[in-house]
């Protein structure tokens, strides 16, 4: 079975400074990764994928994340943020020969003035 | 443009009756998903579909149905059994087997009155 823990369920930081957003997965097969943001009352928007390959991946709006097999982790990074990347970021696997995502339970990143 | 449309984007519902939620997609994916977004618990899988005429159970599918009669339509019954509807529903297409990202639409604000 797969799962996904994002243990902050909350995260504020100052507009400028950097940002991490944690995301933890476990699966017995090989896994895709992707995160997701969603504004107020919006679906889900694609940030960045995992397939395979390169280790870091880099995104949309500046962010990037690195795929780390060992510690079976996947942290959003952005070196900078604005006001706008406030908004709720969600963590997803899914894996070979399975049709289904797992979300975790997401992040809400509040940048402040 | 692609994309899926989900309709109608609020809906008000009084107890004891059913309701359907639209959702159609226009980029030829095989797999689409409904999924229940509830605060702080993030995307519960509800149901999804591999392909026309089939569809599994997700997590929480106890109190809806579905059906997968045409590729690009997928619609949500939340029926009278379902204990509390209220809800953001979210559906998602894929290409299909996991290898690729979901495809959001924007969501529908279920309310029951």
């Known amino acids: 079975a797969q799962s996904v823990t994002q243990l902050d369920s909350q995260v504020p930081v100052f507009e400028e400074a950097p940002v991490e957003l944690r995301c933890n997965y476990s699966s017995s097969v090989s896994v895709y990764l992707f995160w997701y943001v969603q504004y107020p009352n919006q679906g889900l928007q694609l940030l960045l994928k995992y397939l395979s390959g390169s280790t870091l991946v880099k995104g949309i709006n500046g962010f990037e994340a690195e795929f780390n097999k060992s510690q079976t982790s996947f942290h959003l990074r952005k070196p900078s943020v604005h006001i706008s990347d406030t908004a709720e970021y969600f963590c997803?696997?899914?894996?070979?020969?399975?049709?289904?995502?797992?979300f975790g339970t997401g992040t809400r990143l509040k940048v402040l003035a | 443009d692609g994309g899926i449309t989900q309709s109608p984007k609020y809906l008000f519902r009084k107890e004891g009756q059913n309701v359907t939620l639209s959702c159609e997609q226009n980029?030829?994916?095989?797999?689409m998903y409904w999924y229940r977004q509830d605060p702080g618990q993030g995307l519960r899988l509800i149901y999804y579909?591999?392909?026309?005429?089939?569809?599994q159970k997700g997590d929480i599918a106890e109190g809806y149905s579905v059906s997968r009669e045409k590729k690009e339509s997928f619609p949500l019954t939340v029926t009278s059994a379902q204990k509390n509807p209220t809800a953001f529903y979210l559906c998602?297409?894929?290409?299909?087997?996991?290898?690729?990202?979901?495809?959001f639409g924007q969501g529908t604000r279920l309310t029951v009155v």
């Open positions: 980029l030829n994916h095989d797999a």
């Open positions: 997803a696997v899914s894996g070979e020969g399975t049709y289904k995502y797992i």
């Open positions: 579909s591999q392909i026309v005429n089939d569809f």
């Open positions: 998602a297409s894929s290409i299909g087997v996991g290898r690729r990202e979901a495809f």
